[in-house]
């Protein structure tokens, strides 16, 4: 389970390209794919590198107009729907 103190990154055998306002992403394993749009897309584009949760927390409270609350609740939300997929990986090493 992601938490506030995770660091999570994209699975590597998952492949995404972006179609217009969407990215469009493929569950190598299943054959499925997923598309994301808006904060989504943000937040897979930021998932390219591994990021702490608290730091996409951030970004995201600068990029859109967002209490650091309810960013954080929908940010964890999206990231567990994620790792339930099988499209990221998380490593929670770094909890206090």
Known sequence: MIDAYSTVRRRGSNPSVD???????????????????????????????PRAVADMVTALEERYDVSAARCRSDLLRFLNELLKEGLVEVDNGNTP
Do not use: K, N, P
């Open 19 to 49: 179609l217009d306002s969407e990215t469009v992403i493929l569950d190598a394993a299943t054959g499925v794919y997923f598309g994301v749009e808006g904060v989504g897309r943000s937040v897979w584009e930021m998932l390219e590198q």
